[in-house]
């Protein structure tokens, strides 16, 4: 066996190992759309279940959530950004641009959040009505993923910050993309099926 062959072999191995992840995550997603798709169809049935209290017209502030959709729809620009910085390998542009990411995800959080008190403020929380348990489960569960994936982004930056963009490393942030990307998906869906006929 010649040395070039050698040393070709882990290499090989490497990338199969990265490609097994990534098909891994493809699947992962295809598990969580199956989630997701649950959840919408639960809020569907239960949405005129009220029981009486409030409606999505009386509760639904379409200005905040305009501005969420916003904040996330940006938030996937700048995660866009960050990975034409990875294929230029500018490190320090790859970490900026998730920064970036990181505030505008965050931002998005603290008025969901800010929704979701004013809500049980008003005594319409998710234990309110069918309609509102429906509601929280479905936002809520959106939600705790963009929790997670702001935790996913500053574990990226540092790892691209402490070891560069290695091939693991970069493998990693194109299935944060991936997961980042979904996420808008899912939230243009919450905004199409929820809030838009919830105010009409």
């Known amino acids: 066996m010649s040395a070039e062959a050698t040393t ?3 290499e090989s191995g490497k990338d199969a190992a990265l490609a097994d992840r990534d098909f891994g995550f493809w699947v992962y997603l295809m598990s969580d759309a199956i989630i997701f798709a649950l959840l919408f169809a639960t809020y569907l049935v239960l949405k005129s279940g009220t029981a009486g209290g409030p409606t999505g017209q ?3 502030d379409i200005n905040r959530t305009f501005a969420e959709t916003m904040l996330l729809l940006a938030s996937s620009v700048t995660f866009g950004m960050a990975s034409v910085a990875v294929a230029g390998r500018n490190r320090a542009g790859v970490v ?3 920064a970036v990411t990181f ?3 965050a931002a998005f959080l ?3 959040f800010g929704e979701f008190a004013g809500m049980i ?3 319409a929380g998710p234990g309110r009505s069918g309609f509102l348990s429906a509601f929280f489960t479905l936002v809520g569960t959106h939600g705790l993923h963009v929790s997670g994936g702001l935790v996913w982004i500053a ?3 540092a790892q691209v ?3 560069g963009l290695t091939a693991p490393v970069v493998s990693r942030l194109f299935r944060l993309g991936l997961f980042w990307h979904f996420l808008d998906i899912v939230w243009i869906g919450i905004f199409s099926v929820v809030y838009l006929p919830g105010v009409m």
């Open 161 to 163: 910050r402490l070891k």
């Open 110 to 112: 603290a008025l969901e």
């Open 103 to 105: 505030v505008l995800g």
């Open 155 to 157: 574990v990226m930056i």
């Open 96 to 98: 900026a641009w998730l």
């Open 58 to 60: 009386d509760l639904f």
């Open 8 to 10: 070709m072999r882990p």
């Open 121 to 123: 403020a008003q005594d």
